[in-house]
């Protein structure tokens, strides 16, 4: 059997746009002489439309692009993604489906059964699960088609599951003589070869062909990395796509060599790739051509200008250097430096005028020292926020926030300031990795000026002011926050991993004050590169009294701090198994 993958980028309701990829696709796969080529989960539709999968009139119109699709298929199979009414009057009105496609006619559906409600999935709120399970005699051979999440449920691979059964093993059970896989599976760090390794695990384990298409694109701030693979009967990879772009490509399953190709590991490379498909598809999906963004003459507002001028181009992104009477000149002179290397627009717009006028009017104390006076701080970044959105609604660019996740996950950032944006590029990067990034990137050269990796992070809001006097060293604070966020991990667990138990709690309370869960809430759409990350896949209540307290007494006590009103602009003063 000849097999083509058909890894497509879509958009959400796109409906048109997306069927045109399909068609496309298909044609090519024609002209390679292909018998079968399948698409991503929801490829349609789009996956992740949300509530518009409770829009009566998409519930009504959900099969019509198929009126299209189905002509189109003389002479080979298509599997396609999508969505298709349940007919019924109780439940959910929509199943996810692949349709099975061969000929010029329609054969039937696969619909999902186990659907994933854990970070970034909200399947049972669109979605009813289906108990049929059913093959499809293409070409002498037998198609089991499971969606995404029913092939991610094999008792052999992981060592922990969700679910009781396994729609992968009943279809084998079933006589299957080919698994075909739609998925729509999110990137994260180490994704890529844990999924690579499932697949294969699973073809060596049944010895059966496996054909496992992923969706591409940035889609919000989910980014999916695509890098489909087809293995053989011995659950050898044959097929590899390439991650972070479209991919129509045929292999016979029957060839049994081996793909050259590798699947990036768990680096830096691999990182800066996603981010920057994320910025790419959320400019051009949302209509922008052009960027804008706050250049401080630090790190995390270089990296994001850096990702950015590869996305868009360096002659559409603006970098606006906005100095105060805290401002160093070499932050300035950092970021002129900046903009030549990349050819990047660079213009400066102070705001020390401004906000002298103001600090005089609301009768503030201009600080001394840090600390000393934070409505005056935070001031200077809502002054640098509103040129910033100003810029963005008077030249019609997208606005880039350049927080990094390990200043937002301790609430060390201005509500209305450094919080405003469009898209937070770097919401979802610790600090460290914001750093191994800009030296990934000057990998063959200075284009991040070295003086800007180099020198102290500091926000510049008031005389002589660096981060580490405001939160624990980087080096010391991401490994606890990477434990929590990613792996989930308790705070004894987190200790017992060797870090002081005093500052782990410290941490985490501070990580789950109100008063940063409420700046969190307010954060633009952020680009999701890891498990569990501030954004969308992550729900905790703002208004709470909740508190981590250690189990002895006196740590206790040295951990115990007010629990700021979130209101508050202080800043910290005081393998399981994962889903696709």
Not at 47 to 54: E, G, H, K, R, V
Not at 130 to 149: A, K, M, P, T
Request: net charge negative; proline share 6%; glycine share 8%.
């Amino acid at each position: 059997m000849r097999v083509t993958i058909g890894q497509i980028n879509t958009t959400n309701g796109d409906i048109e746009g997306n069927t045109e990829k399909i068609l496309r696709a298909i044609e090519q796969a024609r002209e390679e002489r292909s018998d079968l080529v399948v698409f991503p989960e929801v490829a349609v539709q789009g996956y992740t439309s949300l509530d518009w999968f409770l829009d009566r009139d998409i519930v009504e119109s959900s099969l019509k692009p198929l009126e299209r699709i189905i002509p189109a298929t003389r002479g080979l199979t298509a599997v396609v993604g999508t969505v298709r009414p349940t007919g019924s009057e109780q439940g959910r009105k929509l199943y996810n489906s692949a349709a099975v496609i061969r000929d010029g006619a329609l054969l039937g559906f696969a619909d999902k059964t186990l659907l994933p409600e854990y970070d970034v999935f909200d399947d049972p709120r669109y979605f009813q699960s289906s108990e049929r399970r059913r093959l499809f005699e293409v070409g002498g051979e037998r198609l089991g088609v499971v969606v995404c999440e029913d092939f991610w449920n094999d008792k052999t691979f992981w060592r922990e599951r969700l679910y009781a059964h396994d729609p992968t093993d009943e279809v084998i059970e079933m006589g299957a003589t080919v698994v075909i896989s739609p998925n729509a599976s999110p990137f994260n760090k180490a994704k890529m070869g844990q999924r690579c390794s499932m697949v294969e695990h699973r073809s060596k384990a049944s010895r059966l062909p496996v054909v496992y298409v992923n969706l591409v694109g940035g889609n919000d701030g989910i980014i999916f990395d695509g890098a489909s693979l087809v293995t053989d009967c011995r659950g050898e990879t044959i097929l590899q796509a390439p991650p972070f772009e479209e991919f129509v490509g045929t292999v016979d399953l029957e060839c049994g060599v081996r793909d050259a190709a590798c699947l990036p590991g768990d680096d830096i490379e691999t990182m800066r790739r996603a981010l920057v498909l994320g910025v790419r598809d959320y400019a051009r999906k949302n209509g922008f051509r052009r960027a804008v963004l706050g250049l401080s003459g630090g790190i995390d507002s270089a990296v994001v200008a850096a990702l950015a001028c590869e996305a868009i181009g360096a002659e559409n992104v603006l970098g606006v250097m906005m100095p105060s009477p805290f401002s160093s000149r070499g932050s300035v002179e950092d970021s002129v430096a900046f903009g030549r290397n990349y050819g990047m627009p660079v213009v400066e717009r102070p705001i020390t005028s401004a906000f002298e006028v103001l600090t005089r009017e609301m009768g503030l104390t201009k600080p001394s020292r840090g600390g000393e006076s934070l409505a005056a701080e935070n001031l200077q970044s809502r002054l640098r926020g509103n040129i910033l959105m100003t810029v963005s609604n008077a030249e019609g660019r997208l606005l880039l926030s350049t927080g990094n996740k390990s200043e937002l996950a301790l609430g060390y950032c201005t509500l209305y300031g450094d919080t405003n944006g469009g898209l937070a590029v770097i919401g979802d990067v610790l600090k460290t990795e914001v750093y191994a990034l800009a030296r990934h990137i000057n990998r063959d050269g200075e284009l991040i000026p070295w003086s800007i990796i180099d020198k102290r992070p500091s926000a510049e809001l008031a005389p002589d002011q660096f981060d580490d006097q405001s939160l624990p060293p980087y080096d010391v604070l991401d490994p606890i926050l990477r434990l929590y966020f990613e792996r989930k991990a308790t705070p004894e667990e987190i200790v017992a991993e060797g870090h002081e138990r005093a500052l782990v709690y410290d941490i985490l309370n501070r990580v789950e004050s109100p008063a940063n869960e409420f700046k969190r809430r307010q954060l633009p759409p952020t680009l999701i590169i890891s498990r569990n990350a501030i954004g969308i896949g992550r729900r905790r209540p703002v208004t709470h009294r909740f508190r981590r307290r250690p189990p002895k007494a006196a740590d206790d006590a040295a951990v115990t701090s007010r629990t700021p009103d979130p209101s508050d602009e202080g800043r910290a003063r005081e393998v399981k198994r994962q889903g696709p």
